[in-house]
Structures are given as C-alpha cells and as structure tokens.
C-alpha cells in the first residue's frame, strides 16, 4: 500500500504528530487567539475564527480525501454544519442570478434556497436532473449554480454528475455536488468534473451521531480563496472539539463504509423480495434506473434505503414506531441504523410542493450491526 491509498491518506493527512509533545492524536486547540511575535507577525494563526489548527488538519485531511493536495490551488472550507456550507455558497451569488436543483432535493437545502435566498434575488428552477433533457430544460440565461444530490435524498436518484458538468460549463454555471450520502470513499466529484463538493460531515464522515458540521471542498484556487474570505467575513465555523470529532470519524470512514454497504445492499434484496413492500430504491439493486450510472461513478452504493410498503401510510407509521435496532430519528450515516418517515420529519419544509416525498415513504439509514439481527428487527415490524 502507498501513501496515495484512501486508508492511508484518511489516518495521515493533515495529521502530523504533534511537534509540541509528540501525540500522535490531533490535538483539540481550544484558543480563541495566538500570541503575535510583533504586530501583525504571527505562526500562521492569529484568531480561531479565521484559522485554528485543529480546523486546519480536518482541512488537509478532507481536501486531500477529495483528490485535493496541498501542492493544489484549491483546498476545503469546514463550516459549522451542512447548512451553513451551503449558506456560504450561497454568498457566492448576486440578485438576478439562478440556481437549478433536483426536484427531490434535501429539505432543508429547499428551504434554504427557496425562502432564504430568494429573498434576495435569487431565483431557482427545481428539475429532474437525473437525463440531460431534464438538465437542460432547467438552465437558464441567468443560471449561476447547478445543485446536484447523487444520490438524492430521499428518493436515491443518480445524476451523472460528468454530464452536468458538461452542461455546467457549456452555460458558464458552477457545479455543486452534495456528496453526503456517498462520501469521498465512494464516489469523488471534483474527479468528474465538479466545481465544489459539499459535506454534511454530520452524517458519515462523523459517523457517530455526536458531532454537526459541514465542508466543502474544490480545486478552483479562485473559488477556495473567495469561499475563505467568506467564512472569515461571515463566521461560520466549527469549534475545535467539533473539528476534532470529525477527524477521529474519518479515519475509520473506509471501514465503515464497506459495512454499510454490505448491509444496505442485502436489506434491500430482501425489501425488493418481500411481498410486504411496494418498491425500494436503492442505486445498489439492478432493478434501479440509475444502477448503471452509479456503477460508473461510484465505488459503492451507500448505507440508504428507501421504500413504501405495499399496506401504505398506515403500515409505514406502524413501522417506524415497532423497530426496535433502527431507532425513530432524523439523520444518518451515523454507525447506529435509523429509520424514519420524511414527509413527517427531513422533508416536512417540502409539502405541498414539487419535492413533496410520498406520504408512505420510509427511509432507513443502515448501520454497521450485524446484519441478521437488522433484518429480523425489519421482518418484525413488517408484520
């Protein structure tokens, strides 16, 4: 194995022993401020809003995972959670301009887009962005920013994301790729051509249910140094304790990774193949529409599934509340296996719109027990 090995570069990326003592942990660099040698002479940190070298290692470290080093022009921006990576991306734009998003995009990223930045002259077309006519439709004159989830949430499309960056460039637009559910050990965006990746680090890359954070990453040298002068302009950032959660997540990510797409990838043939259960969509099973191209731009197909049960909404309440390993909760990705409902929960911001999920949805987030006893706790509560 080289150091190039995505293993090897989630342990040692930005994660030299520490020159001070030694430790071979990261230590958590809880200062607000530096000691400067003489005014404005300083060892490259001078206030933990702007830099903190706790934030700094989960940086390399993140940038890096992406296909982003430091040798690069770009580099990774940590944020204090998903959202406010995406608000910050958001700074990126001016009244007039237009953002193009899946019609099944995450809740909160709607709502933020359609209720927040539109009150600043943002406007946004929501597309089935999973063919290119359904890309293209969408494009304005004015189009700045195409949104892409693959997969999407909750819904699980696939975008191709090398044919939306085709078009992104073709019309002048950046491409963002929220790149959540797959994670860079699944799937790398920036290598298809994607302008910015974004994180939710809450979900996997933390995947411990015990931090909130976000990230993004690019390799635009332009783009990363306006994204930094944001963030330092705007200020939000993660605290070093949250930073330091997200370092010790990551460098188990492989392993985890690998089991919960074992799991997933079995709980849902046994869905698929259960009389009890309407549809499944899982990007893993070949049945999927979007199978083919996420097996050619990913590694893996995740630990998220989603179906409805042939009895409808009715069954679905009685599911969700008669789990007793897959917990009722929001989230994912955690090592925990959840389940929930997200016309209820993640997607309520969405009803009565375009992006309205269906009623009966179920969306299960696949941890890393053992797989037995997760199916027999699903084949429980099916009924």
């Given at each position: 194995m080289t150091e190039d090995q995505f293993e090897t570069i989630a342990i040692h990326a930005g994660q030299q022993p520490d020159p001070a003592t030694g430790a071979v942990v990261v230590p958590i660099y809880a200062t607000s401020t530096y000691v400067q040698e003489a005014p404005g002479v300083h060892k490259g940190y001078e206030y933990s809003r702007t830099d903190n070298p706790t934030r700094t290692a989960l940086q390399t470290q993140l940038a890096a995972l992406e296909g982003v080093d430091e040798h690069d022009d770009g580099g990774c921006v940590a944020t204090s959670s998903g959202l406010a990576a995406t608000a910050l991306i958001g700074y990126l734009l001016s009244p007039g301009d237009h953002i193009v998003l899946p019609n099944d995009a995450y809740g909160g990223t709607f709502r933020l887009i359609?209720?927040?930045f539109a009150k600043h002259g943002i406007t946004w077309t929501a597309g089935d962005l999973t063919t290119e006519e359904g890309i293209r439709e969408a494009v304005r004159e004015t189009t700045k920013l195409i949104w892409v989830e693959t997969p999407t949430n909750p819904l699980l499309r696939i975008i191709d994301i090398a044919l939306a960056a085709d078009i992104a460039r073709e019309t002048g637009a950046w491409l963002v790729v929220d790149n959540t559910f797959a994670t860079p050990y699944l799937q790398?965006?920036?290598?298809?051509?994607?302008?910015?990746?974004?994180?939710?680090?809450?979900?996997?890359l933390g995947g411990h249910s015990d931090t909130v954070g976000g990230a993004i990453i690019t390799n635009d040298a332009?783009?990363?140094?306006?994204?930094?002068?944001?963030?330092?302009?705007?200020?939000?950032?993660?605290?070093?304790?949250?930073?330091?959660?997200?370092?010790?997540?990551?460098?188990?990510?492989?392993?985890?990774?690998?089991?919960?797409?074992?799991?997933?990838?079995?709980?849902a043939n046994f869905l698929e193949g259960d009389p009890r259960v309407a549809r499944v969509w899982y990007p893993g099973l070949p049945s999927d529409p979007g199978h083919e191209i996420a097996r050619r731009q990913m590694t893996g197909f995740g630990g998220v599934i989603s179906f409805v049960p042939t009895a409808g909404l009715e069954a679905a309440h009685s599911i969700v509340t008669r789990t007793r390993l897959f917990f009722l909760a929001e989230s994912l990705g955690g090592v925990e296996s959840l389940i929930e409902l997200p016309a209820l929960m993640t997607h309520?911001?969405?009803?009565?719109?375009?992006?309205?999920?269906?009623q009966g949805l179920v969306r299960l987030s696949v941890g890393v027990e053992h797989v037995d006893d997760l199916l027999a706790d699903l084949d429980r509560a099916l009924g």
């Open positions: 359609t209720q927040v790398q965006p920036l290598s298809l051509g994607g302008d910015m990746v974004l994180h939710s680090s809450t979900k996997y332009d783009l990363y140094e306006r994204l930094r002068f944001l963030q330092n302009s705007t200020g939000p950032i993660p605290g070093p304790f949250d930073a330091y959660l997200v370092l010790r997540g990551i460098k188990t990510l492989a392993l985890r990774m690998e089991r919960h797409n074992q799991n997933a990838s079995i709980i309520l911001s969405v009803e009565g719109t375009e992006l309205e999920v269906p």
